[in-house]
């Protein structure tokens, strides 16, 4: 089993199979037996970013395959980025269509941070990662496509141009790694919505600072967030992992080691010799493995480490507190501060 079976997380390296390269074919060729129009291209703008002609005017944002030109206030929204229907929920829009998580053991409709949001209507599904089934997308007619936190290759970008506005992922930063504020202030101005993202960014922020005042002990710390995937070995996040920047916000510290071990990978993938990458002041296992304490504390090497002597991990399952860590959105942060403070503060 590995680590991506049991974690909301990209896979370690990733590439188109056959199978996947020609439905990608067929399903431009569908696309364009529909006659749906292409949008989006390349100009000649620095940096990510929107342009606005005035209240109510398209926006044109630029990303990794180009800029995009929405039309102004679009309602009919299908977003394939992992997490990306948060943003646009918390603006006050429902998505039409969405990707879904694997091994969490929830729909995206389910999530406690945002189940109040759908109204009882749950999205379609269009795809798992970048498995996306782009007759659904495009059977769902939407004005607008959002793709931020994900790793859609420029052949899907255009595919999915062929149905719609179509805003990828930002060129700013490595696939899966878009920090949840740029997200939701791109999803803002996507929205025609940009005012109220701020205002939502803002409050978060608070949250968190909050959070830090009235938990100086945690201030400071070092930390590692874990993945338990197999006996003996250890998914270990990296500073650009988005569960990892959610403890930062905390105001905890990632170790200089853990960060030289992942390097630009998501994750080190390490067997129980490097387990002291693990021996930090709190230790984060996330896991959907409902024996995972048992099968770590098999694990004679970890159980020699000063974290494991003095009470210092957390075990957090997926469903639902760690999705909600994983997530790391304008919605499922104040959940995640919620959930996971108290754990944090019942080690000694």
């Known amino acids: 089993m590995s680590p991506t079976s049991l974690s909301p997380t ?13 439905a990608l074919a067929l399903a431009a060729v569908l696309l364009m037996t529909l006659g749906l129009a292409a949008c989006g291209g390349d100009d000649g703008s620095d940096g990510d970013g929107a342009a606005a002609a005035g209240q109510g005017a398209p ?32 603006l006050g829009v429902k998505p039409l269509g969405v990707v879904e998580f694997t091994g969490l053991g929830l729909s995206v409709d389910k999530y406690p941070w945002s189940a109040g949001r759908w109204g009882g209507t749950a999205p379609t599904v269009v795809g798992q990662r970048e498995d996306l089934k782009m007759e659904k997308i495009a059977a769902l007619r939407p ?34 790694a878009m920090p949840w504020k740029e997200a ?37 710390k070092t930390f590692a967030v874990a993945d338990p995937f197999k006996p003996g070995q250890y998914a270990v996040f990296g500073p650009g992992d988005a569960k990892v920047e959610f403890m930062k916000g905390l105001g905890l510290t990632v170790p200089d080691a853990v960060a030289e071990a992942a390097g630009k990978e998501q ?24 024996d995972a304490r048992k099968t770590v504390q098999a694990d004679k090497v970890y159980t020699g480490l000063k ?11 997926y469903n639902p507190t760690g999705a909600a860590v994983s997530f790391n959105t304008v919605l499922s942060i104040p959940y995640a501060i919620d959930q996971m403070v108290p754990l944090l503060n019942n080690t000694r």
Do not use: C, M
């Open 267 to 290: 994750a080190a993938v390490i067997g129980s010799e490097r387990a002291d990458l693990l021996d930090t002041d709190r230790l984060v296992f996330l896991t959907s493995v409902p």
């Open 10 to 22: 990209p896979p370690w390296s990733a590439g188109p199979s056959s199978a996947r390269r020609i």
């Open 59 to 90: 926006v044109r944002i630029q990303h990794k395959y180009g800029t995009t030109e929405v039309p102004a206030s679009p309602k009919r929204v299908v977003t394939v980025g992992w997490t990306d229907q948060d943003a646009v929920l918390a």
């Open 307 to 317: 974290v494991a002597k003095e009470n210092r991990a957390v075990f957090v399952p």
């Open 184 to 220: 939701t202030l791109v999803t803002g101005r996507a929205l025609g919505k940009e005012a109220q993202a701020k205002e939502l960014i803002a409050a978060v922020d608070q949250r968190f600072a909050r959070a830090r005042e009235q938990n100086p002990q945690l201030v400071g």
């Open 143 to 176: 004005d607008l496509i959002l793709a931020l936190y994900t790793g859609i290759t420029k052949e899907q970008y255009d595919q999915l141009s062929k149905i719609a506005p179509t805003v990828a992922q930002s060129a700013r930063y490595d696939d899966y």
